[in-house]
């Protein structure tokens, strides 16, 4: 039995894909680099901030880490001046946070996006709605690493075999297989594809956030 579901941010609650692209274009642009588009950006996020900036530059030939870091933080600073720009629920995604809430599922976040940015965001776009949210946090590893996962899923007062994660990239569903979740379930609305999600071992695959109420409700 669920009680509980985790869901990642960006690409699964969240669209912010035109966001980030805008703040890395914009920290690039400064720094006399060819932007990326939006495409592109969709495969260099979903393993934190560092990374996404790092495959940003070498996309463009530069891969020098030291500059790789004073890129980062002038995208990072960039970025929590206004984490709120181009950013929209996905469709059906309020209704469907609503009723797994109205059922008693506890519900939490968990993303490697900076763990105040994700606060933010959350605060902004689903008052009250989840009680439970963790961002990327100095010394603790990333997502798929399943140290935060089990930690969330511990507050929430629910073991792994009681968790459904819900997520829309590989690093999402290697989460969930890493802490050992009852669910492991791949979203099509977000940054990648099913063969990806599949290949990563999702249990279940969908394409409307409708869908999630009967899986995790059964």
Known sequence: MIKACIFDLDGTLLDTIS???????????????EPITEQECKIFVGDGARLLIRRALASRGITDTDYAERVLRKYSAAYDSDPYHL??????????VAELRRAGIRLGVLSNKPHSATVQVIERFFDGEFDFVLGAREGVPLKPEPTAALSLAGEMGASPTEVAFIGDTSVDILTAKNMGAALAVG????????????????????????????????
């Open 19 to 33: 966001t980030i692209t805008y703040y890395v274009n914009l920290t690039l642009v400064g720094e006399g680099v």
């Open 87 to 96: 950013t929209r629920v996905y469709p059906g995604i309020t209704e469907t």
């Open 187 to 218: 979203v099509l609305w977000g940054f990648r594809t099913e063969d990806e999600l599949a290949a990563a071992g999702a249990d279940r695959v969908i394409s409307e956030p409708a869908e999630l109420i009967s899986e995790v409700l059964q």
